[in-house]
């Protein structure tokens, strides 16, 4: 248990390091928060043509995207990463529990995500001139939270793939460009057709944006226990499925020589 | 030259387009900005909002996919430490590096295809071109002039080895200050004359002028000066750049 947390802890932290010796924090920093800074105003604006939702509605589901790039490509690069420097086969060769070292790569950059979240949240609630109560901000951060954690999983999910696809980052971005439309980000989820609602609720996000929406409007975190506890649920769902698929392909990689195929 | 640049285009196009999952992510994003466009502009009434919206989409994804092509190719030959050979060459470096930006740019056109397609079969939006001439032109010029604005981030990453991640932090930006789904009019005024450097904002005013009718030549004869600008800014950025990363010795770092 003790090297498990070591594998978690110290191999994430000298990750995390790592980074910071192949890019420089004055371009880690810009990127990192003006991505999401612009993507809101994208859509804040978008709406605004539009003349649907607030910029309220815009601001909450575009910083919750940011939180699910992170954890969806936290993991995901976690082996893709590692495939491309050759070193998974090394790697996997270590007795090391295979969860722990992943998600000890994937932690610092959910922690990322969830700060640049709540920063390019200030930030761009000051430029479109929006107001959330702060008695709002313990439900928000239990929201983004349990939508950390799912997205996280569903990023396990990916990252089990990596073991056995190259393309996984493409794959992974085409994700969450779907997430754009049908985790209800950005388009009302009435608006939606039916059978695309369906698969809304099963996705993570979806709730968590839900709840957060709900908590900014007022509600209270009792009121929205059940969204929130539905994104636990599905975190919890995509988090089995994830360790199942590691195990496999894994297995399978091995089996077929593949994990050095780059 | 003109071979090699020529070659350059082909050869990269062809290589964007072997990968099946590359080239469903070229199809999927312009559909998806595409769909939210249609959701919320509901605009059933004004069936040119909505090809404007799939049009706007279609640039969208040209830009984007000319900062990933040119980031991505230089990060990949770092990786493969081929850049030093590619820069050692006798070819000009922006005859290799124009080719990779241009060719991605050509990629994107694909979303364009892809969108009017989309919106034809999912949401009735009306595909009618109004100058067809002037659209077949309007796409290709716009494919160059924003190519070519590729050339000049070229420059940039040839000298960070984080160039991927500049690249990318360039789309949402460049999205909205040239107009491409959301008019400049609700934009702040500061934004217009930055938009008018901008490639993207007048290859999507070709081809929207040449679809829905209007005044088409003059935005396609922008895209062509701006090409020839952007070249002459992004040809010299590119040999001054190319003489720093080579000072340093940073061109195989990755």
Known sequence: MTNTFRVVFVGGLTSYRALFGWISPWIFIPHTLGYPIFEILFFAYLGRFAGVQSDQFFLIGNAFLAIAVTGMFGMGHATAGERRSQTLAALLASPANRFAVFLGRAVPSILTGCIVAAMSFSICAAILGVHVDLSSVPGLLLATGASAFACTALGLCLGALGLRGRNVSVFADVITACMLVVAGANVPLHLLPAWLQQISACIPLTHGIEAARAIANGASISGTLDPLLKELLIGGIYLVIGLAMLRFFEYEGRRTASLETF | ?254
């Open chain 2, 1 to 254: 030259m003109i071979a090699a640049i020529l070659t350059g285009v082909r050869l990269h196009m062809k290589q964007a387009s072997r990968n099946p999952f590359d080239l469903s992510g070229v199809v999927v994003w312009p559909i998806l900005y595409a769909s939210i466009a249609y959701y919320l502009l509901d605009a059933k009434h004004d069936p040119k909002l909505l090809l404007s919206a799939s049009l706007g989409a279609a640039v969208m994804l040209m830009w984007s996919l000319v900062v990933i092509a040119s980031s991505g190719t230089l990060e990949q030959q770092r990786w493969q430490g081929t850049l030093e050979l590619v820069v050692a060459a006798p070819t000009p470096l922006t005859a290799v590096i124009g080719p990779i930006c241009v060719g991605g740019a050509l990629v994107g056109t694909y979303g364009i295809g892809a969108t009017l397609l989309w919106g034809a079969l999912l949401f009735d939006v009306p595909v009618s071109i109004q100058h067809p001439l002037a659209f077949a032109v309007a796409i290709p010029a716009a494919a160059l002039a924003v190519g070519m604005l590729g050339l000049i981030m070229a420059a940039t990453f040839v000298l960070y080895r984080a160039a991927f991640h500049l690249g990318i932090a360039t789309q949402y930006p460049v999205w909205i200050v040239t107009g491409l789904l959301v008019p400049l009019s609700l934009l702040p005024a500061f934004v217009r004359p930055i938009s008018w450097l901008l490639a993207p904002t007048w290859g999507f005013r070709g081809m929207q002028e040449a679809a829905i009718g209007g005044t088409p030549w003059p935005d396609i004869g922008m895209c062509f000066v701006l090409s020839v600008v952007y070249l002459a800014i992004g040809g010299t950025c590119l040999v001054a750049f190319e003489y720093v990363a080579r000072a340093r010795g940073s061109l195989r770092l990755t």
